[in-house]
């Protein structure tokens, strides 16, 4: 009883450690079983491995976002040991969390999306990247996220303004790529299982981050100025949407924990995921029109797959509200490669 009085003085809510407990004991156990599934003799336990192993990334990858926003523990301290810890299950630990963090917080209080990385120049500049970009993305291969995650990876040699994080960005490269490098050598078939199951945990992130704003990134991830729209709450709840996996049942929507009910996080960042569904009832209502249906997400999905890997927000399509009608219809391109992981 003094260990459970413990736990739950350093949680940020009593609730907390059903769910939260639950939430990371999933990823961690799910990431260790999957894992040890990959080297399974058997194929049916191998893609069963992968799919638990992928999603187990994902759950953690949430996770991140939810200690980034110190929802886990009251200390600001607590959350950012177990975000770290996570960032190398979900592979976004060659930069540090606290980059992570701060990016996702410039996101909500500047109500843009703050960006140093200009894909959109990128690939003018490198037409036959694109070219090649957008054949694998036809095949489902989310190669302009597999870009993002190469900038990530080599981030203090690509970004100049976190060059004093070289020595830390080279001991995670030696440590994660002298791992799969070994996996490679002794175990290629386990290597290939793992990125097929980093691949699926990407797909997922970028998935559920495609329609939920319908505005076009900024570069000002390291510029200081007042940003236009900071703090206009009203305009940002107009241009953000939310896309559960069901908005009829809740344990669907735990499989991304609840990151579909957009509108709730971005109306307040102090609910917990486990939280978001109430809240959202509370601010919104019962009213199913206010979300996109997880059909049409899926149609915008697979129908823009191509298209929106560069001009998806060129101003010819619907804008606030509108978007919302449009995107329920699946008449929308949707944003690519975004996710709170990619801290540039």
């Keep these: 009883m003094a260990i459970l009085e413990k736990v739950h003085a350093i949680l940020n809510e009593p609730a907390g450690?059903?769910?939260?407990?639950?939430?990371?004991?999933?990823?961690?156990?799910?990431?260790?079983?999957?894992?040890?599934?990959?080297?399974?003799d058997s194929w049916a336990v191998n893609m069963l491995a992968v799919l638990v192993l992928g999603h187990a990334m994902t759950v953690a990858a949430y996770l991140v976002?939810?200690?980034?926003?110190?929802?886990?523990?009251?200390?600001?301290?607590?959350?950012?040991?177990?975000?770290?810890?996570l960032t190398w299950i979900c592979g976004a630990s060659y930069g540090t969390y606290e980059d992570i963090r701060y990016k996702h917080f410039r996101h909500?209080?500047?109500?843009?999306?703050?960006?140093w990385f200009d894909y959109?120049?990128?690939?003018?500049?490198?037409?036959g990247v694109l070219r090649v970009t957008r054949i694998l993305e036809w095949f489902y291969i989310p190669a302009h996220d597999l870009i993002m995650h190469f900038i990530m990876v080599f981030t203090s040699f690509i970004i100049p303004q976190r060059r004093n994080q070289r020595w830390r960005n080279v001991t995670v490269i030696v440590i994660r790529g002298g791992l799969f490098l070994a996996l490679c050598w002794f175990f290629p078939k386990v290597a290939l299982?793992?990125?097929v199951a980093y691949l699926m945990m990407m797909t997922v992130l970028r998935f559920m981050d495609s329609v939920q704003h319908d505005y076009s990134y900024n570069l000002t991830l390291f510029e200081f100025g007042k940003p236009p729209r900071k703090g206009d709450y009203t305009w940002e709840q107009e241009h953000?949407?939310?896309?559960?996996?069901?908005?009829?049942?809740?344990?669907?929507?735990?499989?991304?924990?609840?990151?579909?009910?957009?509108?709730?996080?971005?109306?307040d960042m102090k609910v917990p995921w486990y939280r978001l569904p109430a809240k959202h009832r509370e601010l919104f209502g019962d009213n199913p029109e206010l979300v996109i249906p997880l059909s049409a997400q899926l149609r915008v999905f697979h129908k823009q797959r191509v298209r929106r890997v560069v001009g998806n927000h060129t101003g010819?399509?619907?804008?606030?509200?509108?978007?919302?009608?449009?995107?329920?219809?699946?008449?929308?391109?949707?944003?690519?490669?975004?996710?709170?992981?990619?801290?540039?």
């Excluded at 886990?72 to 810890?85: I, Q, W, Y």
């Excluded at 996996?245 to 579909?260: A, D, H, R």
């Design 17 to 40: 450690l059903r769910y939260h407990g639950f939430a990371v004991s999933y990823a961690l156990l799910g990431y260790l079983l999957g894992f040890a599934g990959l080297f399974a």
């Design 65 to 85: 976002h939810e200690c980034g926003h110190n929802l886990v523990f009251r200390s600001v301290r607590h959350n950012a040991t177990l975000g770290r810890a």
């Design 108 to 115: 909500h209080v500047d109500v843009d999306d703050v960006v």
């Design 120 to 127: 959109e120049r990128f690939f003018r500049q490198h037409p």
């Design 193 to 195: 299982l793992y990125v």
């Design 240 to 267: 953000t949407f939310s896309n559960p996996q069901s908005f009829q049942f809740e344990i669907p929507n735990w499989l991304t924990l609840n990151f579909g009910y957009h509108n709730a996080h971005h109306a």
């Design 316 to 344: 010819n399509e619907p804008f606030g509200r509108e978007y919302l009608q449009a995107a329920r219809r699946a008449e929308v391109y949707g944003g690519n490669a975004a996710s709170f992981l990619t801290s540039f």
